[in-house]
Nanobody, 122 residues
Framework: QVQLVESGGGSVQAGASLRLSCAAS????????MGWFRQAPGKEREFVAR????????YYADSVKGRFTISRDNAKNTVYLQMNSLKPEDTAVYYC???????????????WGQGTQVTVSS
């Protein structure tokens, strides 16, 4: 069993940066693919970024490509999402997830955090 806890969300102005963290406990995440998803009010949860267990093979949604960076530190059992040049449309609850293989759909992931709110004002 893996427990995931996100942190680092907040309210910022457009153009600002935030760094989200996802700390895992219960089991090491070094063998898991990790992903970030987000859900805006009234919308379905959508894929943001993913990273393979080894730290390579990152992949991003077109909407965040070039602005967001996913990374991981297996020694710290933590995954990060660096978000730069934030836009109001990035406003959402952000969730991290762990699964056996990389994927862009939520069904690929077995474990989920509780989410952290990111609000970007114009």
């Amino acid at each position: 069993q893996v427990q995931l806890v996100e942190s680092g969300g907040g309210s910022v102005q457009a153009g600002a940066s935030l760094r989200l963290s996802c700390a895992a406990s219960g089991r090491t995440i070094s063998s898991y693919a990790m992903g970030w998803f987000r859900q805006a009010p009234g919308k379905e949860r959508e894929f943001v970024a993913r990273i393979r267990w080894s730290g390579g093979y990152t992949y991003y949604a077109d909407s965040v490509k070039g602005r967001f960076t996913i990374s991981r530190d297996n020694a710290k059992n933590t995954v990060y999402l660096q978000m730069n040049s934030l836009k109001p449309e990035d406003t959402a609850v952000y969730y991290c997830a762990a699964g056996p293989v990389v994927g862009v759909t939520s069904i690929r992931y077995d474990y989920w955090g509780q989410g952290t709110q990111v609000t970007v004002s114009s």
